[in-house]
């Protein structure tokens, strides 16, 4: 991972030279939790300003990076970052949170972020999510292995807005995925059940087969949705 870093930051630095701010890298892969094919390596540049020039000199980088199988990195102006926390508490506090500077200045640990509309964003992000779980595995219903796939995918997802919701909720979260739904399990009352089952496959302590994976994503559905009322009520 860090010889890819490394190559990222030197194209990086050759398309933009004195324009580029910062590269940070953020989340799992910043603190040693990556894990393998289904963890993202993540990261956040900013530079001096955006405009399409900019962007055209970023193509070329960017189609590199997701071609080694990660997200295109987050893009920003420098004037943007600080104007920018009250629209995305979520990402802004896990940047915040656990990050690694790989060039330039350190955009991130000062910032003051406006959580004005941090209960607002993770019960959006929350039912956005839902919305597209739902949209994808109705193509996949029959599928067994593909509607497995679809939940291992976005286990890490929930697991991060679950977090997020036990923080609104006035609990300690952690940063473990197996915390977070264990901590859900008591604040929410959920069956961590299928979430754990997901980790358990993906660390390799279970066997897909040994799954019913039509039955997983029943109990699946109803856990996030007991989650999303939960939140939806925090604000009542």
């Known amino acids: 991972m860090e010889r890819i870093l490394k190559q990222l ?10 324009d580029l701010v910062s590269v940070v890298l953020y989340g799992s892969a910043a603190v ?16 001096k300003q955006i405009t399409s020039q900019e962007l055209r000199r970023a193509e070329p980088i960017f189609r590199w990076w997701r071609d080694h199988g990660n997200p295109s990195p987050l893009l920003m102006g420098e004037e943007e970052v600080p104007r920018s926390t009250d629209c995305f508490p979520i990402e802004f506090r896990d ?13 991130v ?14 019960e959006h992000e929350l039912r956005a999510k839902l919305l597209r779980l739902r949209q994808k595995a109705g193509g996949l219903l029959s599928e067994r292995d593909l509607l497995l796939r679809l939940m291992l995918e976005s286990v890490s ?4 807005l679950f977090r997020h919701a036990l923080v609104l909720a006035g609990f300690e979260a952690k940063w473990q995925k197996r915390d977070v739904f264990q901590d859900a399990a008591v604040k929410f009352g959920i069956d961590a059940t299928p979430f754990l089952t997901l980790l358990d496959i993906r660390e390799e302590k279970v066997k897909p087969r040994s799954v019913d994976p039509f ?3 029943d109990n699946y559905l109803a856990q996030i949705q007991t989650v999303i009322a939960a939140v939806d009520r925090l604000d009542r």
């Open 32 to 47: 040693g939790d990556h894990h393998g094919r289904f963890s993202d390596i993540n990261v956040f540049c900013v530079l």
């Open 95 to 107: 940047i915040q949170a656990r990050h690694r500077i790989l060039y330039g200045a350190d955009v």
């Open 109 to 122: 640990s000062g910032l003051v972020i406006d959580d004005v509309f941090y209960r607002a964003e993770v």
């Open 157 to 160: 997802t929930f697991g991060t």
């Open 9 to 18: 930051v030197d194209k990086l630095t050759q398309a933009y030279g004195g």
């Open 215 to 217: 039955r997983l994503f």
